[in-house]
């Protein structure tokens, strides 16, 4: 073979080979960017898919937290009903103490071991005013508070004042503090009081509330038994 021709083929061979290797390094750069799109978008569809997700959540939240707001609610109302019993009873009005008799045991601070005993009337006078009659011949006042059911009977004295007050929760007796002052002292609470209506059928009227022994006040034979040993 002549040299020419053999160097001119190997000149041919080497031109094809590197044509080829220029063609698959196109071919690969070519093909890289499109992966890369591949897999740009693949990540942006993940961050999408979780935005969604996110969303989702963010709009459910208010419908849970509802019912869950509901459900204390009704939790908490049924903890009240179980917790506080109501109890009904008659509204007294001033009327149902005009003209009434009253029984009235006083006790005093200051002879704690003596108990005076003695009437007052709840009447009116001729200008409509409420006058209190005390059976030691004392007067004052007296009025009733509906809104609050106070009942208030005061005796006055050349001195100053005392007052016979407390709430009432029953028709037939009532119970309260005595308060007082004069020129020497201030206002101050001096004693108890208890009062019973007269003019009634006993029967109707019952046990006085403060005669009656709750279940836990009322000893029982175990516990008596206990104290005797």
């Known amino acids: 073979m002549n040299p020419n021709q053999s160097s001119g083929t190997n000149r041919w061979t080497m031109a094809l080979l590197i044509w080829i290797t220029l063609l698959y390094c196109c071919h690969g750069w070519v093909q890289l960017p499109t992966t890369r799109t591949m897999t740009n978008q693949h990540h942006l569809h993940q961050k999408q898919s979780m935005i969604l997700s ?20 009704a939790d908490d109302e049924e903890e009240e009903e179980e917790e506080f019993e109501y109890v009904e009873y008659d509204i007294l009005t001033e009327s ?11 006790c005093m601070d200051s002879n704690p071991n003596k108990i005076e005993e003695t009437w007052v009337r709840l009447a009116t006078d001729k200008d409509g005013k409420n006058v209190a009659i005390w059976g030691d011949g004392s007067q004052g006042t007296w009025n009733f508070d509906v809104a609050n059911q106070f009942l208030s009977m005061s005796k006055e004295n050349f001195f100053g004042k005392d ?12 119970y309260g503090t005595v308060r007082g002052w004069n020129f020497i002292s201030p206002a101050a609470v001096r004693g108890q009081w208890q009062a019973k209506r007269l003019g009634v059928d006993p029967d109707e009227a ?13 000893p029982t034979l175990e516990a008596s038994n ?3 040993i």
């Not at 019952?206 to 009322?218: C, I, Q």
Request: glycine share 6%.
């Open 206 to 218: 019952g046990t006085a509330p403060w005669f009656e022994l709750s279940d836990e006040d009322t």
């Open 226 to 228: 206990e104290e005797e």
């Open 54 to 73: 996110s969303s989702t959540t963010i709009n459910s939240s208010p419908d849970t937290r509802a019912m869950d707001n509901n459900n204390d609610n």
């Open 163 to 174: 007052i016979w007050a407390g709430v009432v929760d029953d028709y037939y007796y009532t």
């Open 96 to 106: 149902e103490f005009m003209s009434s008799e009253w029984l009235v045991g006083t």
